[in-house]
């Protein structure tokens, strides 16, 4: 995991972050009123069990955007959407490897508690658990054109329902703005009916690759608070 130079400089930010933030959150005053953060999140997954092996190294990045609302001193529940870009190697039916982009769009609906263990964290600020619930639709791309016959480039479109789960932290620069670091996992319903050793079918393929992609991820984010 660790041969992957990306990854690596992201576990030592994220590592210097939230060991910072810790330190810092509590002499943040609440939230001063502020109930609304709209928010920009990047994750960074180095493709967990997919590897050097296939060429497919590299950030395999994951962009967030999403508004969360506080409702009480412990809780937030908000809406939040997501893309995500990666690729995967596939044999067509004559036997012949050929490469193709997974792109995937999701929203669905988060809620954040801020108790984590602690007494005193006033939301939206300090350590922070995290569930979403989305629907994801995702289609592949082929690169190489060799999957079919007719050398097309869509592979198809599906559909399915993925779940997420962060830890992190938050913390306040000046009134208005946030960031947060955090560790995210997830998965689909479809990892219930999915081969992870070998398939020819795009179906399976995509959604055996955003498995892994979303099984562990590095995130950060900055976000903008208002009333």
């Not at 576990?11 to 953060?37: A, E, M, R």
């Not at 997974?102 to 922070?128: C, D, L, M």
């Not at 629907?135 to 599906?158: S, T």
Request: charged share 15%.
């Amino acid at each position: 995991m660790l041969r992957n130079p990306f990854f690596a400089s992201c576990c030592i930010i994220f590592l210097f972050l939230l060991g910072d933030t810790c330190c810092v959150f509590s002499q943040v005053p609440g939230y001063l009123g502020q109930k609304n953060i709209l928010h920009l999140r990047v994750t960074g997954a180095p493709a967990v069990a997919y590897g050097s092996e296939e060429g497919l190294w590299g950030p395999n990045l994951k962009w967030g955007l999403g508004w969360e609302r506080v409702i009480s001193r412990r809780f937030s529940l908000g809406l939040v959407a997501y893309q995500i870009g990666t690729k995967v190697r596939y044999a067509n039916f004559q036997k012949e490897n050929g490469l193709a982009h997974v792109w995937a769009n999701a929203a669905g609906v988060q809620i954040h508690w801020y108790n984590f263990f602690k007494r005193g964290n006033i939301a939206p600020i300090g350590p922070y658990q995290r569930l979403e619930v989305m629907y994801l639709n995702y289609r592949l791309q082929d690169i190489d054109r060799k999957y079919y016959l007719d050398g097309r480039e869509n592979l198809g479109n599906f559909d399915d329902l993925a779940f997420t789960f962060a830890v992190g932290t938050k913390g306040i620069i000046g009134t208005r703005l946030s960031y947060h670091v955090g560790i995210q996992t997830g998965t689909m319903m479809r990892i219930l009916s999915t081969s992870f050793i070998s398939s020819s079918d795009p179906d399976i393929l995509g959604a055996a690759r955003l498995i892994r992609h979303m099984s562990f991820n590095l995130e950060c984010g900055i976000g903008y608070l208002f009333k």
